[in-house]
């Protein structure tokens, strides 16, 4: 009769353990961030921001795997990169990418070059972009390149909604 009288304890216990946690992880979910790897974070949201590291990492494993060193996130690209992505966005459209690469060579940065991209609303997304667009993929593979920053800006009453700019330099 006890052996009976445990079971039913631990059995009415189970989905009251379940539930604390699920609980548990809703209450962790929002300091991770949305739901998911950061690669698939949406972009096209009021406050979403860009995972740098996980975009840093991302284009670290595609530069390996080519034989290339990876590349560190800088500050001042990083700034730069906001800067650019909130000027596309306040305008509706893509930069020219020779505006931006002569504003980070009177910064001091030698040979700088960028990804100015719009429409993607992942950090997946653009990647993949910019893979399959020759220009844009060499900039990601500048074997030259030692430094990065990377940034989104959202518009959500624009064309494009989202704007992208990925600038290295050595």
């Not at 304890?9 to 998911?36: D, H, K, M, W």
């Not at 060499?138 to 920053?149: E, I, Q, S």
């Not at 992208?164 to 330099?169: E, G, N, S």
Request: aromatic share 6%.
């Amino acid at each position: 009769m006890r052996r009976l009288a445990v079971k039913r304890v631990a059995i009415l216990a189970l989905p009251l353990s379940l539930a604390a946690c699920a609980a548990t992880e809703a209450t962790r979910a929002p300091a991770l961030g949305p739901a998911g790897p950061s690669l698939y974070w949406p972009m096209a949201a009021s406050g979403a921001q860009i995972d740098a590291d996980a975009a840093r990492d991302m284009i670290a494993a595609y530069r390996r795997n080519k034989g290339l060193p990876p590349l560190a996130l800088d500050p001042g690209l990083q700034r730069l990169a906001e800067t650019e992505t909130a000027a596309m966005a306040a305008a509706g459209r893509p930069s020219q990418a020779d505006i931006v690469k002569t504003v980070a060579a009177r910064m001091g940065y030698p040979e700088p070059a960028a990804n100015l991209s719009a429409g993607y609303h992942t950090l997946a997304e653009a990647f993949s972009g910019w893979r399959e667009s020759p220009p844009h993929n060499a900039v990601m593979l500048d074997p030259t390149a030692t430094r990065m920053g990377i940034a989104t800006a959202y518009a959500p009453g624009s064309k494009y909604k989202v704007y992208w700019a990925l600038l290295v330099a050595k």
